[in-house]
């Protein structure tokens, strides 16, 4: 059975030989029909190839066992990896858009053909988002889910340069900035993506608690422990594709340390094995006293 990073890998690897193939053909198609909306969205591809490339290097890292200088291991270069795949879509849309509006008032009406690479690339990278998303989705990715969701954004940026693209060819007089409009919409959209990107890898990087629904499930789980009075408080962080817990439990005050000690095993261990997203748990014991409940 292939391992998160492996399955991420593997999804990392198909995008990249996708990407640089559709990358070649708009760019190619692009610049022989004088389409700015086509070479706009195939330099956005081409940014894919960068950024996928930089997610198999951060997933390596990361699947790196932990050592005594990172004993919560190197998951954490997964999630730099989505922060610096933010980054060069921020970057890669503000150059599109930029070097797009100078054609503005300048372009030359494109030629029809220049549709046909749009028009492959929407369904291809339709097919990669929906996979990359549903992977990461299921192992936890962040990485792996900015990847998907820049996929995701090329659809939407394909769709816009394919309607400018459109216009122009529909009606050459009334729409000629059509084409290169079109393509500073595919940037603008583009650096969207990468500032919501940044924004969503940054909240992991400062320890963001998880979600209500997955705390919900830890307390569930550790409740349904015999010899566990109360769960006090949880804290938690990601690192990768996995989330570290710190957990306070409360037991009978009576209890020997051997038997509290084995309490607090046997929490460690349900945790771990009813809940997939989890890495490792440190549990803590206290004394129950009903009064001191937290409410």
Known sequence: ????????????????????????????????????????????????????????????????PADRNHPYGHGRFEILTGLAIGLVLCVTGATISYRSYEHIGHAEIPKAYAIWPLLISLGAKAALSYYKLRVAKRIHSGALAADGKNDFVDVISGFTALVALGLTLADPVRFAD???????????????LGLQVMWETSEQLVDTMPDDTNLAELRAVAMSVAGVE????????????????DMHIHVNPAMTVRDSHIVAGTVKSELRTKLAWIENVLVHIEPFEPENRIR
């Open 1 to 64: 059975m292939k391992t998160a990073y492996q399955q991420a890998r593997r999804m990392a690897l198909t995008g990249l030989a996708v990407s640089a193939a559709l990358a070649v053909l708009k760019i190619t198609i692009g610049l022989a029909a004088g389409s700015s909306a086509t070479v706009a969205d195939g330099v956005e591809s081409a940014t894919d190839v960068f950024a996928s490339g930089l997610l198999i290097v951060g997933l390596t890292i990361a699947a790196l």
């Open 178 to 192: 059509a084409d290169p409009i079109g393509a500073v919409a595919v940037g603008g959209i583009v650096l969207f």
């Open 230 to 245: 109360y769960v006090e408080k949880i804290m938690a962080r990601k690192t990768g594709l996995r989330w570290h817990v």
